[in-house]
Each structure stands twice: as structure tokens, then as C-alpha cells.
């Protein structure tokens, strides 16, 4: 196994539509109801849409690979309200607890850190506990639900 990060240009996020894909198929497997919504959660509506309007301040996306082989991604933003916000985070399952995941968040907080921002949000599928306990690892707290409590909302307070 030879793991690289290598952090791509917002314009070539293209690449991560297959694992897109799992990660949508993924988080809709979790959730204890309103499945039929993630049939409309396509990189059209989660990302595209967003790039249009000029939502962010910044963007960064940071794909990780073994060898050529895409396993992985993070995409984050600096939103206009000076928000850093993980939007988009996955790694292959048989990836798992072995650093991989941890490095890449590491390095997509450490971009956010790096802007004057208030603090980092992170938006979790109900039912997907895994990452709810990755995140609180790392210092989040959950702080409130959306979509009549189908997303959670996690925050991490800059000091």
C-alpha cells in the first residue's frame, strides 16, 4: 500500500463522482428514514449548484490514493458567513482505522484553521454513527438537527 494526498483544484472535483456515488448510496443506507431523498443528492445538487451561486469564500478539495487508485476525498469550504465547513468526506471502507482517515481530516481542518474563521461544521446522516464518533474524536459536539432531524449538525468552537 503507497498512500498520497494529493489537494486538487475545485475544478477538477469531477474525479470523486464514483466515490460521490458510494458515499450518497452509503449514508442512505444509514439513515432510519427519508431514504428516497438521497435519490435526488447527486454531485449536480450537493456541488455543483452550490459553485454556481458563489457560495464560499474558498474551496479545497483533497483526494487520497494507493498508488493511481482514488480511495478517498475531502471537500471543504470557507462559507460567507466565515463558516469552515467539512462538506464532503469519505474513504473506501477497507481503508478504515488504519490513519488514513485521520490524516485527511487532519489536513482539511488544518486548511480551514488557516482562515479566520469562527468555526467548523460538519453535517452527519442520521444512522451514521461511525462518523458521528470520528468527528467527537476530534473535538465536535453536536449541536442540533436539520431536516426534522435527519442531518446532525456538528461544531467545532475555534478557541
Known sequence: ??????????GGIEVVRPLFDKLMRYQQARV???????DHMTMEFRVYSELKKNEFKDTHVILVKDDEK???????????KDCGVLKLFYLEPEYRG??????????????????????ILIFVTRGNDGAVKFY????????????FGMILRLVQKKA
Open 98 to 119: 488504519k490513519g488514513i482517515g485521520h490524516a485527511l481530516f487532519s489536513q482539511s481542518t488544518a486548511w480551514i484553521n488557516g482562515f479566520t474563521t469562527k468555526n
Open 70 to 80: 482514488l480511495i478517498g476525498f475531502a471537500y471543504s469550504v470557507i462559507n460567507r
Open 136 to 147: 467527537q474524536s476530534h473535538g465536535f459536539q453536536r449541536r442540533g438537527s436539520m431536516f
Open 1 to 10: 500500500m503507497s498512500v498520497s494526498y494529493e489537494v486538487i483544484d475545485i
Open 32 to 38: 432510519p428514514y427519508g431514504k428516497k431523498l438521497f
